[in-house]
């Protein structure tokens, strides 16, 4: 069946330092969402990516389509102790309703102050 | 507005015992989605209303039920809980048109002994 992965599962970093998750489909995406959850939290959404090859910033973060519109990223540059948080990519299901959408297996990032 | 409010927050039942998680929106969505996520595992759709009168099952639909009473409200039953049915349980509604991104609750705690 459809599959969205994501590396690294977990990732620690020093504060400053930048960091990268990847996201992965089985199956080729119409767009691709990016959630994070802060501990003991809800997802919340953070962006919406629909072009091939398409990138898009907010503030420290960059985010990615690739091209071929099966896998995506999430860079954010000079981590802060308030970026800690699981990120969650999501994409809709194949051949589905756009609004139903399949998660990736998650992030988890650390920051150390 | 309040977004999607969930109750209860938090919950502990016996094996067997019977519950409804309720769900409400007051964003004017016409879908709203049941997940439950558990350690490791992401966010797995449980059931989904893609529009006020309409269900379908998601990936995890077993041991589950799911009422849409109108467009603010999706209920989430369970008929006998197990163990295996220990989660945290979110909503979330979702509007249609060019941006597909989902608004979630604040979950509910269901530890099932």
């Known amino acids: 069946g459809q599959q969205v992965m994501q590396i690294p599962q977990y990732q620690h970093v020093q504060e400053g330092e930048d960091f990268t998750t990847y996201c992965n489909s089985s199956?080729?995406?119409?767009?691709i969402q990016w959630y994070k959850q802060r501990p003991g939290g809800h997802p919340v959404f953070l962006i919406q990516?629909?072009?091939?090859?398409e990138v898009k910033k907010q503030k420290r973060l960059t985010f990615q389509f690739g091209e071929a519109k099966k896998n995506s990223s999430l860079h954010i540059t000079a981590t802060q102790t308030t970026d800690v948080g699981t990120y969650f990519c999501a994409g809709p299901t194949y051949g589905g309703a756009t609004n139903k959408l399949i998660f990736g297996t998650g992030t988890l990032l650390a920051v150390q102050p | 507005n309040a977004g999607v409010t969930q109750t209860p927050k938090f919950q502990v039942l016996k094996t067997g015992q019977s519950m409804t998680l309720q769900c409400a929106q007051d964003m004017n969505h016409n879908s709203m989605y049941w997940y439950r996520q558990d350690p490791g595992m992401g966010l797995r759709l449980i059931y989904y209303?893609?529009?006020?009168?309409?269900?379908d099952k998601g990936e995890v639909p077993n041991g589950y039920n799911v009422s849409r009473l109108n467009k603010r409200e999706f209920s989430l039953r369970l008929e006998s809980a197990a163990p295996s049915q220990t989660s945290v349980y979110f909503c979330?509604?979702?509007?249609?048109?060019?941006?597909?991104?989902?608004?979630f609750g604040p979950g509910t705690r269901l530890t099932v002994l």
């Open positions: 979330a509604s979702s509007r249609q048109g060019a941006d597909w991104a989902q608004y």
């Open positions: 990516l629909v072009k091939s090859g």
């Open positions: 209303s893609a529009s006020e009168g309409t269900t």
């Open positions: 199956t080729t995406l119409s767009n």
